[in-house]
Each structure stands twice: as C-alpha cells, then as structure tokens.
C-alpha cells in the first residue's frame, strides 16, 4: 500500500481542505481523531473529529465558551490586554452559568418554534419577491440575488426592522461578513449598526409590536433582558444567523441541483420538506466547526488529554461524516436516513436557539426556488463551485445556474 504524505501541521487551513474537506477528514479521524492544528502567526488548537468525542466535549463545563475567558487566553499569549467589545460580550453563544442559564430562559421563551412558524407567510413573500426579480433572467448566481439576502431581510423582520431599513441590514451583513474584524471598516459598520439597534430599541420600549426585540424587552421580570444583553442578541442574530443559515440555503440549493431523484421526490411531496431538513442539513454541514472552546482545566477527549488554557476546535463536517452513528453511507444524501442526530446547530446548552428558524429559511428557499424554476441547473461543472474559507461557516462564493 502507498503510504499517504503527512498532512501539514496547518491542515484544516490550506485552501485544498477549504474546497474538499472530507477525505482529509476521514484520515484524521482514524488516526489522530483528536489533533493539533498549528496556527501561521504561532500558537496551535485542538482538533476533535469523531462524533461522539464531539457530542461529549460540546456538553463539557470544562470548555468554556466565556467570550472573557478567551479573551484573557488571546492577551496572555500576545502580551497584550484585550476585552471583548459589548456587542459580542452578552449574548448567549458568547456566555457560560450563571449568566448563560437567565439569557437561555428569555430567549427560548421568545424566540419559540411557534413564532418561528408565524413568519412563514412571511418568509415566503420575501422568497417569491427575491425569485421574482430573477424570472427575467436567463439565469442567475443564487448565492448573490437569493441565499445571501434572504435571511438577512427575515432577522431583521422578525426583530421588528422595517422595510425601509433592509437596505442598510443588507449593506452591514454584507461588509461584517467581508472584513476582518480587526480593520477599521469593521468597526465602523459595529457603530453603525449599534446605533441603529439601540435606536430600535428605545423605540420598541415606548411602541412594542409583535416581534423579537418588543417580546424581550416587555417580557415578564424573571425573564427580561437588559438593553445591553438585548443588543448583544441582536448582533448575534445579524451575524451568526444570517452567515449560518445562507450557508444552509446555498448549500442545499447546491446539493439538489446536483441530486435531481431526490429533488423530484421532494417536489413531489411537498408536506415532506421539512421532514428532510435534518438530513440536508447534515449532508451539507453549513457549519465547517463550531464555536472555539477553551479548557479550564486538564480535560481528556477521546484518549488525548488537552492541557488547561488551550483552544479546542469541534468539526462539525467531520462528526457529520462520521461513520459511526451514520454507518450507512454517511458521504451520500439519503432522504429515507432515520432522523439523523447531526451537530451543525450544536449540543447541550449551546445548542442553537435559532435552528428551527434556519431550517424553516432554508425549506422555503429551496422548494420556493424549484417550484418556480424546475428546469434550473447548474451554469458550471460543480467541481468547479468555490467554497469560502472560514473557521465556522461554509459559505459558497456563487452558485451560478441557467434555466
């Protein structure tokens, strides 16, 4: 047997991993599934490969995912004192208990399953006026004119936004997402979308409607936010919920136009969609890893004891992939998979609060598109599609098609 070359220390970050990931997976897995990745500008992070290593980790109390606690381990390793700007400082994903425990309680109560259900008429007017834009074209790139702008425009209506503000939630999406945010125009669309939201917030404390921000800000005493938490939230939603869930939308549009038995099967049984989502979801793990965890102490995954203050990276395409729980086929698309226990949206207290929605977005955009474009087919060879290279989310750059 030919002995395979040794993979790079900085494996998960080289662009051939970028555009095809899971066969380097499949090899980190059987041999080291809990590894060290190695960073450009010094320092190294684990890597946990396997799903039930993942599934444990993700449940640990030992991996921190306090914003504070990884910001005390980046200024200890670059000599520097950083603190973590509010914005990002008092949301759940960014918070551990007690804290965590309050902000978990308001948000699961506000952001319900049902509330989610009550945009759906919503949801798919944005979808048909997105759609109706391209109907004169001979083709269009879906990730441009339909992923991308199609979350963004239902967060910012269910958070009580109006219409005369999407323009600009379309702007700041689309510059957090294309700038380091390091750079100084970064910190510029934080202001200037911090000002708008605490504006928003102010006026839904004086006029509350039928939307997220009004239900948190007026929710009863033992489960209200504060402005701050409240903002917080707001940004986690245009950030992590937009980039999440038109990462899914652009994937599953990918995958079914390269799977057409299962697109006819889904088309024509329409009350199916939804029940599908979870296997499209895992099949096309729009999280590439999720968020960054830091030990607390000396913890043992998987045989390999991870010191204290190390960062640990959990590789949700990876655990996806996994074959153990999927031991059928878990590189191909099979709608028929029992409901598969997937890790794209999390695990334990963190899991996300806004997966019901995404997948909602995600159901509507796709059967949207294909009931009205069923000739669509990709403009390109797939192998040609680029992936955009990023530590959490798995974004296509475009997904150019004709009909």
Same mark, same amino acid.
Request: with cysteine; aromatic share 6%.
């Given at each position: 047997? +030919?002995?395979?070359?040794?993979?790079?220390?900085?494996?998960?970050? +080289?662009?051939?991993?970028?555009?095809?990931?899971?066969?380097?997976?499949?090899?980190?897995?059987?041999?080291?599934?809990?590894?060290?990745?190695?960073?450009?500008?010094?320092?190294?992070? %684990?890597?946990?490969?396997?799903?039930?290593? *993942?599934?444990?980790?993700?449940? =640990?109390?030992?991996?921190?995912?306090?914003?504070?606690?990884?910001? &005390?381990?980046?200024?200890?390793?670059?000599?520097? +004192?950083?603190?973590?700007?509010?914005?990002?400082?008092?949301?759940?994903?960014?918070?551990?208990?007690?804290?965590?425990?309050?902000?978990?309680?308001?948000?699961?109560?506000?952001?319900?399953?049902?509330?989610?259900?009550?945009?759906?008429?919503?949801?798919?007017?944005?979808?048909?006026?997105?759609?109706?834009?391209?109907?004169? &074209?001979?083709?269009?790139?879906?990730?441009?004119?339909?992923?991308?702008? !199609?979350?963004?425009?239902?967060?910012?209506?269910? @958070?009580?936004?109006?219409?005369?503000?999407?323009?600009?939630?379309?702007?700041?999406?689309?510059?957090?997402?294309?700038? =380091?945010?390091?750079?100084?125009?970064?910190?510029?669309?934080?202001?200037?979308?911090?000002?708008?939201?605490?504006?928003?917030?102010?006026?839904?404390?004086?006029?509350?409607?039928?939307?997220?921000?009004?239900?948190?800000?007026?929710?009863?005493?033992?489960?209200?936010?504060?402005?701050?938490?409240?903002?917080? +939230?707001?940004?986690?939603? @245009?950030?992590?919920?937009?980039?999440?869930?038109?990462?899914?939308?652009?994937?599953?549009?990918?995958? !079914?136009?390269?799977?057409?038995?299962?697109?006819?099967?889904?088309? #024509?049984?329409?009350?199916?969609?939804? *029940?599908?989502?979870?296997?499209?979801?895992?099949?096309?793990?729009?999280?590439?890893?999720?968020?960054?965890?830091?030990?607390?102490?000396?913890?043992?995954?998987?045989?390999?004891?991870?010191?204290?203050?190390? /960062?640990?990276? /959990?590789?949700? @395409?990876?655990?996806?992939?996994?074959?153990?729980?999927?031991?059928?086929?878990?590189?191909?698309?099979?709608?028929?998979?029992?409901?598969?226990?997937?890790?794209?949206?999390?695990?334990?207290?963190?899991?996300?609060?806004?997966?019901?929605? #995404?997948?909602?977005?995600?159901?509507? #955009?796709?059967?949207?598109?294909?009931?009205?474009?069923?000739?669509?087919?990709? *403009?390109?060879?797939?192998?040609?599609?680029?992936?955009?290279?990023?530590?959490?989310?798995?974004?296509?750059?475009?997904?150019?098609?004709? %009909?």
């Amino acid at each position: 047997m +030919t002995q395979q070359p040794k993979l790079s220390k900085y494996w998960m970050l +080289t662009d051939d991993f970028t555009q095809n990931p899971y066969p380097v997976l499949e090899r980190v897995r059987e041999e080291q599934p809990v590894s060290k990745l190695h960073m450009p500008g010094g320092g190294h992070a %684990w890597v946990v490969t396997r799903h039930e290593d *993942a599934k444990a980790a993700l449940s =640990d109390p030992r991996l921190s995912r306090d914003i504070h606690t990884h910001y &005390k381990l980046i200024s200890k390793l670059t000599g520097t +004192t950083l603190t973590p700007p509010p914005e990002h400082a008092n949301h759940l994903a960014n918070l551990e208990p007690p804290r965590h425990t309050p902000l978990r309680k308001a948000i699961s109560s506000a952001f319900t399953p049902r509330r989610a259900d009550a945009l759906r008429p919503s949801i798919e007017a944005v979808a048909d006026e997105l759609l109706d834009k391209l109907a004169g &074209k001979a083709g269009a790139d879906l990730i441009a004119e339909y992923a991308d702008p !199609l979350p963004v425009i239902v967060i910012a209506t269910l @958070m009580g936004v109006p219409a005369t503000a999407w323009p600009d939630f379309l702007r700041w999406s689309t510059e957090l997402r294309a700038t =380091d945010p390091t750079d100084p125009a970064a910190d510029r669309t934080v202001k200037e979308l911090s000002a708008y939201m605490a504006a928003l917030i102010a006026e839904k404390e004086r006029e509350p409607g039928d939307d997220l921000i009004s239900a948190l800000i007026h929710a009863d005493p033992d489960r209200r936010l504060t402005n701050t938490e409240i903002l917080s +939230t707001s940004f986690a939603l @245009m950030t992590g919920g937009n980039d999440t869930t038109a990462s899914l939308i652009g994937g599953v549009l990918r995958t !079914l136009l390269t799977h057409p038995e299962e697109r006819a099967e889904l088309l #024509a049984a329409p009350g199916r969609w939804m *029940a599908e989502m979870d296997e499209l979801v895992r099949y096309v793990s729009p999280i590439s890893n999720t968020l960054q965890r830091v030990t607390l102490e000396p913890v043992e995954i998987g045989g390999v004891t991870i010191p204290a203050d190390e /960062i640990v990276i /959990i590789s949700a @395409m990876s655990t996806n992939r996994d074959r153990c729980p999927f031991s059928e086929r878990p590189d191909e698309l099979d709608l028929k998979r029992p409901k598969p226990a997937h890790l794209s949206f999390g695990h334990g207290i963190h899991y996300c609060s806004g997966a019901h929605l #995404a997948k909602l977005m995600t159901e509507v #955009a796709a059967r949207r598109f294909f009931e009205r474009f069923p000739d669509a087919r990709p *403009a390109v060879d797939p192998s040609a599609l680029r992936y955009v290279q990023s530590m959490v989310v798995r974004p296509l750059e475009s997904l150019p098609v004709v %009909w």
